[in-house]
Nanobody, 124 residues
């Protein structure tokens, strides 16, 4: 059974930082495209960042230079380091895994598994 469990969300002021984690079981993350998506109230889900089996990364333009996606192969865990957070980053953040290495614009083009999400709120 494949499980993706996110953690690390919370409430921070503008300019703050958070690191999200996604603990994965049932698959080996080095064989998958791994990604972070987010969905704000009333908006569509959007890809934020992704990393594939070749360690190639992609980011949506709005987070470039502020967010960094990485993975710990030994722990089978995906991370998202978020710096210089803005109120518009407020959303539910989801971890996802896809069996195709293809990526574009901060997302895996195929997603097979999803986590339940962790809330990030940026507010003064």
């Amino acid at each position: 059974q494949v499980q993706l469990v996110e953690s690390g969300g919370g409430s921070v002021p503008p300019g703050g930082s958070l690191r999200l984690s996604c603990d994965v079981s049932g698959i080996t993350i080095t064989s998958y495209c791994m990604a972070w998506f987010r969905q704000a109230p009333g908006k569509e889900r959007e890809g934020v960042a992704a990393i594939n089996a070749y360690r190639t990364t992609t980011y949506v333009d709005s987070v470039k230079g502020r967010f960094t996606i990485s993975r710990d192969n030994a722990k089978n865990t995906l991370y998202l380091q978020m710096n210089s957070l803005k109120p518009e980053d407020t959303a539910m953040y989801y971890c996802a895994a896809g069996s195709s290495a293809a990526m574009s614009g901060g997302r895996c083009l195929r997603t097979d598994y999803w986590g339940q999400g962790t809330q990030v709120t940026v507010s003064s």
